[in-house]
Structure formats: C-alpha cells, structure tokens
C-alpha cells in the first residue's frame, strides 16, 4: 500500500511555468460550462481549410471544357478526376512530415501555414489557364496544407474529457460544412460575367478568369483566419528542465516493469504502444475503416456534382452550376444542425463504434436510390434530392466524427500528431484515387446508356456501395479494436 501510495504521490499532476501544454491544461481546470469561444475558433479554422478542397467541383466540369483537353464531352469527367485528385496527392506526400512538425514544434505553426497556403494557392488556382497550372496549383495546396491531422488532436487536447467528443465533433462538422458549403460558393460564384452581366463585364478579371471569383472569396477569408490563428493558444507540452519528479517517475516506472507489473504502453489488443504507431492495432484499424469511407465519400462528392451538371440524356440532371450550389447550401445547413446539436447524444447514448457502423449501413439503400432520383422533374425533383443530400451528408460526417475520435483516443499526447499525420496521409492516398478513380468511371459509365446490366449511372452508385460495404464490414470485430484505458 505504502508503495502504491508513493507512486500516486510521485505521477501526481505537475504543470510547468513557460510550457504552452500546461497552460492549457491548467485552463481546463479551471473551465465551467461549455468552452464556446475554443469551439468557434477551432471551427473557423477548419472551415477555412476545408472550403478550397471541394470548391472546384460544380464548375470543375466547365473549367476543363474551357480548357479544350477533351475531345468529346464524355471525357470531361476524367480530365475532372486528376484535377480534383492532385490536391490529395500533394497531401498524402506531406501529412507524415506536417504531423511530426505538429509534434515536435507545436500544432499552432502548422495550422498557421496551412490557411497561409490556402491563401496563395488557391487564389493561383483561379487564376489557371491550362489544364497543367490546375494541377499544379492543387499538388502544392496539397502540399503545404497539412492542417487536418494536427487539428484533430487539438481540438482533443483543447477541452476537458467530457467536451472531447464535441471539440472532435467540431472539426468534422466544420470540414463536413466547409466541404458542402465549398462548392456551393464554387456555384454560385463561378461564371459571374454570365450571371450577373450587370456587375461583372465580360473585359474584367472575373470575365477572362470565370473560375477566379469563388477562389478568391475563399482566400480572402483565409487572410483573416491566417492572422487570427496568432492568438490560438498552443496545447503542446514543452518541457525544457529536468525535474526531480520527471527523475523520480522514471524510477516507478523501471521499478513497475522489473517486478513484471505489465507497463501501460504494452501493445496487447486494447491498448497503445508507445513504441511504434504501426503496431498499434486500436490506431490502425481506425484508420484502415477512416480510408475506405474517405475514399467513398471523395468519390461520391465529385461524382454528386459530375452527375448533377451533366445532361438529362446522359443520365443527369441538367442542372446549373447555381443549382448545385443551392443543394449543398440546404445540405450543409441541415448537417450543421445535426452535428452541433444531436451528434453529442448519439455519441453518448451509442458509443462511436456503434455510431459509424449505423451510419454506414443507412448509407446504402439512400445511395442506390440516387439513379432513380434522376427521372423525377420539377418540384418534386428538388425535394427528393435535397432530402437525399442532407441525409447523405449527415451520415457520412457522423461515421467520420466517430472515427476521428477513436484515432485520438488510442494514442496519447504526445503521439498524437504523429498519429494524425499517418491518418491523413493513409487517407490521401484513397481520397486521391476518389477523384481520378471517380471520374473515369463515371465517363465509362456515361458511354453505357444501353448496357443490360447496370446501365448508365446505376453503374457508378452501384460502385460506391461496393467500397461503402467494405467501409461498414470493417466496423465490426475482429477488424476494428477500441483502446482500453
């Protein structure tokens, strides 16, 4: 007893003076009620980087007819697919290094230098003039904007255990929204020298530049987010002393292990091991399911406003660019509500393994009923559709936010940019070959109107289910594994 008694003693919490981490750690401490002002800001935040990703689809298609890389119009859509997977390429190059960077110097200058390149190279985007500067511009937003991964465990580290699941929650509701309401402004604004001659002439910028309006939009928020993003507080531990304690834990723990009591970071099933992130099965199966479902719903976001804008004949639904837009905008408004307001509940009331695996379940009937969605017409039309979307959307956001949290919590702190970044780039990669695998099936499904089997669009929904049943199979045991603290 005596000894148990010491060891409390000695791992007692200790907080240094000049350490950003104990500052915060403090902080929570001493927080009463919901931290609305941290949740705000780290909503802000990820909205910012979430807008450029999905921006470009509902006038992606137009964009590459312009720049008259395809021959026929069937092509359109895998021309579409590289543009809309270079960002994610760039991503998955970089995500390990920007989590390591989070680790080593802090979330807060990675998060900085991300917004930094949304600012310049998404405005560089809308300024393309060929179909290689398009790709270029995206590889090197990509690149540089490895935000996601260290934000996730921020938002763990920010708020006390109990508003865990809210401040994850947060982040996949912003990057949910962001990447509905990304492309609702990419409608809206795209081409404003055609919808709105009144106030754009066909010799200005926005005239010879058609795509530009939208992305600058989207960076000059960026600036203000860029520059806000100083006064975050840094929740990274830097303890630069060696203290008598830290001596003093040592010591317990050398003694824990030599009298054979199992250390904490011991890699059995159901628990973390400090020693390497690949042999942290928790991590890995969390992620493994986090790919497959990145990857359906890359493809299913590209393939939505590929199929939307693309013509009644081939299957679409003719729609406009400002249609698309105004689809998303009904979608992120209803997932906004859902995630902020009920998602804590369910989480709560379910537990997050049991949350993704209903939501991915759902999924499947509502995406096969997308082709027979197309031969309504009018109002009704738009209510289907919208309902569909906002639906869609909200299951696919609540399988994310429960994986985001079982990622964050099978590792400790100081892993756990690391961790992210080894998440972000495992699904960069399936989210980049969304995209490019998307569109390429989607033009090979359009030139099969008349095929006996799953003709047309029936072809690509039917896929996407295929990688959604993958996505809901590894939700179960043995495959998917939760920490045990």
């Not at 709105?196 to 600036?223: D, H, K, N, Q, W």
């Not at 009591?261 to 042999?279: D, F, P, W, Y």
């Amino acid at each position: 007893m005596a000894e148990e008694e010491q060891k409390e003693t000695l791992l007692q919490k200790h907080y240094y003076e000049n350490c950003p981490g104990c500052k915060v750690e403090k902080l929570k401490e001493s927080q009463r009620g919901l931290p609305i002002r941290e949740l705000v800001s780290i909503w802000i935040v990820v909205l910012c980087n979430a807008l450029p990703i999905s921006s470009l689809f509902p006038f992606l298609y137009f964009m590459i007819r312009d720049f008259h890389i395809a021959t026929r119009e069937e092509d359109i859509g895998y021309y579409a697919g590289y543009v809309g997977c270079s960002f994610l390429f760039g991503r998955a190059l970089t995500s390990i290094f920007w989590g390591v960077v989070a680790d080593r110097y802090g979330r807060k200058p990675v998060i900085i230098m991300g917004t930094i390149a949304v600012v310049i190279f998404n405005t560089l985007f809308g300024l393309s003039v060929n179909f290689w500067m398009a790709v270029a511009m995206r590889f090197l937003l990509g690149s540089l904007n490895g935000l996601l991964g260290p934000i996730k465990a921020y938002a763990t580290e920010m708020f006390r255990e109990e508003y865990q699941a809210l401040g994850v929650s947060t982040v996949s509701t912003a990057w949910g929204i962001g990447l509905i309401i990304g492309p609702a402004l990419g409608g809206y604004l795209a081409q404003p020298a055609e919808k709105f001659p009144s106030i754009f002439s066909e010799e200005s910028v926005f005239g010879r530049f058609p795509y530009f309006l939208p992305c600058l939009t989207i960076s000059l928020f960026a600036v203000v987010v860029s520059i806000a993003s100083c006064w975050l507080p840094e929740t990274l531990h830097k303890h630069h002393e060696n203290s008598k304690l830290d001596e003093s834990c040592k010591d317990v723990e050398t003694a824990s292990l030599e009298s054979g009591v199992k250390c904490k970071t011991q890699n059995i099933e159901g628990k973390a091991s400090k020693k390497s992130l690949l042999r942290n099965w928790p991590l890995m199966s969390a992620i493994m399911a986090y790919c497959i479902f990145s990857l359906h719903d890359m493809a299913y976001s590209e393939i939505f406003s590929l199929w939307a804008v693309s013509p009644r004949r081939l299957g679409g639904l003719s729609y406009t660019t400002e249609d698309v837009g105004t689809v998303l905008s009904i979608s992120g408004a209803g997932l906004l509500v859902f995630q902020t307001c009920l998602y804590p509940y369910v989480d709560k009331l379910l537990g997050p393994v049991l949350v993704a695996r209903i939501c991915g379940i759902l999924s499947i009937p509502l995406l096969s009923s997308y082709p027979y969605i197309a031969m309504l017409t009018g109002l009704s039309l738009s209510i289907v559709l919208n309902c569909a979307s906002v639906t869609k959307n909200v299951l696919s956001i609540s399988v994310f936010t429960s994986l985001f949290l079982l990622q964050n919590k099978a590792v400790d702190q100081d892993q756990r940019g690391a961790a992210n970044g080894i998440a972000m780039t495992a699904m960069s990669i399936f989210k980049a070959a969304g995209p490019a695998g998307g569109g390429a099936i989607f033009s090979w499904s359009q030139k099969r109107q008349d095929a006996a089997i799953l003709p047309g669009n029936q072809m690509i929904f039917f896929i996407l289910n295929v990688v959604l049943v993958i996505g809901v199979l590894m939700t179960f045991k043995p495959f998917l594994v939760q920490r045990r603290h």
